[in-house]
Each structure stands twice: as C-alpha cells, then as structure tokens.
Nanobody, 119 residues
C-alpha cells in the first residue's frame, strides 16, 4: 500500500493549511501523526467510523476522507508555532479504538510533509 502526502508549507501563526494524502488502496483507518525536531512522533487525528483528535489540535484541525478518490485530508486552522513539524499520514486495516493513537498500530505510512508556522 502506497501513501503519498502533500500540502505542507510555511504559514504565519493564525493561518491555515490543508494536507492531503492519497492511498493506493481503500483503508479502514486513516490517521495523521507529526514529529517535531528532537521529539517523538505523536498522534494528531484519525478517522475510523468517527473522528479522533489529540487534545492539542481539537477544535482547530479536521480530518476527513474522500472514499471515491481514496484520499484523506487534514484541514488545519488557527495554526500555532508549536504545530511546526513533519506531518505523516498513516493507514491500517486492523487498528482498533484502543490503539487509535498508537503509531505502532499503523502498518502503512506516507513520506511526510513539512509544516512550518512562524510567529
């Protein structure tokens, strides 16, 4: 399964970006993680029957999917400098609710796209 992420860039604090990730096959669970320099890769959002969000992005980010085009999106609004990271899309068919935020539960990963938020 191939995942291809795009849409990162440089934006000022308070601005918006929309990330996209195309998958080569339909996947049950899709997710976004991010990794800032010197930090662990962390969960951002996931979609499996419903949406899941990290507390740090709840109310600002929205995950969605287009099943016709096998593409997932992450709409990021009111961006903050602490959102600066490489964002990775991930997918899996055996992720359960209790492991939704665990990166080890996802078998397939995109290449990452850089998001930089300036203050």
């Amino acid at each position: 399964v191939q995942l291809q992420a795009s849409g990162g860039g440089l934006v000022q604090a308070g601005g918006s970006l929309r990330l996209s990730c195309t998958t080569s096959e339909r996947m049950i669970t899709i997710a976004w993680f991010r990794q800032a320099p010197g930090k662990e890769r962390e969960f951002v959002a996931a979609f499996r029957w419903r949406e899941y969000y990290a507390n740090s992005v709840k109310g600002r980010f929205t995950i969605s999917r287009d099943n016709v085009k096998d593409t997932m999106f992450l709409q990021m609004n009111n961006l903050k400098p602490e959102d600066t990271a490489v964002y990775y899309c991930a997918a899996g068919n055996s992720v359960i609710a209790s492991t939704m935020t665990d990166r080890a539960a996802y078998h397939y990963w995109g290449q990452g796209t850089q998001v930089t938020v300036s203050s």
